[in-house]
């Protein structure tokens, strides 16, 4: 896909205070650090569309992007910060939750994971909660330049045996880098086609 153009719309604390949900909308999760506005800016091709961090818990409300005029990419908080109070870790919590379950143009989530760890606790209690609550979703690795090539593939291999441990079906994988811009045209050409497959089949967002 040809990014035409790429404009921030938006930040909300809240999913009421989204943009009208009139186009189709994927969203950027996973935990804080992972690389999600970094990996947004990559695929934009703009250095800085999304605000990026070396510290985490950067992005804290729900960002809004609008892309070639027909859709929006959405740059959401990291969970797990261990570094705020409960109390505000779990208005995280609630903010990314009620998002997710309320927002009815949102078609797909990728939820973003980093390719150097052996699969943890906290991504996969999400990956389960998406499972249990109906969300779309594909997991992105990211940080692949990290890596030495063969070890990147060799640890997302491994993330797929351990989601086969309690999943029929994995659901789509990528795997990324910001820094070397790897992934990104996978990913937009999934989002192209999809856009196309709601355009063809006259899907409207309207409740
Ligand atoms: P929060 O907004 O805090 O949740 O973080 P985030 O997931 O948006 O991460 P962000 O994009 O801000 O990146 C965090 C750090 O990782 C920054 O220092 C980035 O430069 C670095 N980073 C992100 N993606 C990559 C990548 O693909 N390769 C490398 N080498 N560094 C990356
Ligand atoms: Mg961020």
Redesign the pocket.
């Known amino acids: 896909m040809v990014i035409k153009t790429a404009t921030f719309v938006k930040s909300s604390g809240k999913w009421q205070e989204c943009p009208e949900p009139n186009m189709p909308e994927y969203a950027?999760i996973?935990?804080?650090?992972?690389?999600?506005?970094?990996?947004?800016?990559?695929m934009m091709n703009h250095k800085d569309l999304?605000?990026?961090?070396?510290?985490?818990?950067?992005?804290?409300l729900i960002n809004h992007f609008l892309v070639n005029e027909n859709w929006y990419l959405t740059?959401l908080?990291?969970y797990g910060?261990a570094k705020v109070s409960k109390v505000q870790r779990k208005d995280f919590e609630k903010l990314i939750t009620n998002y997710i379950l309320n927002r009815r143009n949102l078609v797909n989530l990728f939820v973003?994971i980093d390719s150097r760890h052996s699969p943890q606790k906290i991504d996969l209690e999400f990956i389960q909660w998406c499972g249990e609550s109906g969300v779309p979703f594909s997991i992105v690795f990211?940080?692949?330049?990290?890596l030495k090539p063969n070890v990147a593939i060799q640890n997302v291999e491994a993330y797929k045996n351990e989601l086969l441990k309690t999943w029929e079906d994995l659901p789509e994988t990528y795997l990324?880098?910001?820094?070397?811009k790897e992934g990104c045209e996978e990913i937009l050409n999934f989002i192209q086609t999809t856009n196309e497959f709601l355009e063809n089949n006259s899907v409207s967002f309207d409740e």
Do not use: C, H, M, W
């Open positions: 950027f996973g935990r804080s650090n992972v690389g999600k506005s970094s990996l947004i800016n990559a999304a605000k990026t961090s070396g510290t985490p818990g950067k992005t804290q740059d908080p990291g910060y973003l990211t940080k692949a330049d990290k990324t880098s910001a820094e070397k």
